[in-house]
């Protein structure tokens, strides 16, 4: 599967930005998609995942109640609405497929994008 991701930028403090992820290729064995990050020097972390056939949602609690993803159901794709953005929230987010374990782990997620850059200045 290979995944691109757009829609990062440069935000100031309580703006929101709106991220997008598609996936191409052999898109029928997805389970579920999600979104990681990681900042200059940090570990790659979770942010939030959605499974594919309950639409289940699952988010780091930094980022709960603003932060939304979603499933296009048209489309093999998947947004991250960000809200009430804060320089904490300044990293290079990356999109994946989930291939089994606990969603929270990136060893968890088989395929990744290439990584969008999100800073939000004070």
């Known amino acids: 599967v290979q995944l691109q991701a757009s829609g990062g930028g440069l935000v100031q403090a309580g703006g929101s930005l709106r991220l997008s992820c598609a996936a191409s290729?052999?898109?029928?064995?997805?389970?579920?998609m999600g979104w990681f990050r990681q900042a200059p020097g940090k570990e790659r972390e979770f942010v939030a995942t959605i499974n594919w056939s309950s639409y289940n949602t699952y988010y780091t609690d930094s980022v709960k109640g603003r932060f939304t993803i979603s499933r296009d159901g048209a489309k093999v794709a998947i947004t991250l609405q960000m809200n009430n953005l804060t320089p904490e929230d300044t990293a290079v987010y990356y999109c994946a497929t989930h291939r089994g374990g606990n969603y929270s782990y990136p060893e968890s997620y088989a395929d990744w994008g290439q990584g969008t850059q999100v800073t939000v200045s004070t």
């Open positions: 290729g052999p898109t029928r064995s997805i389970r579920a």
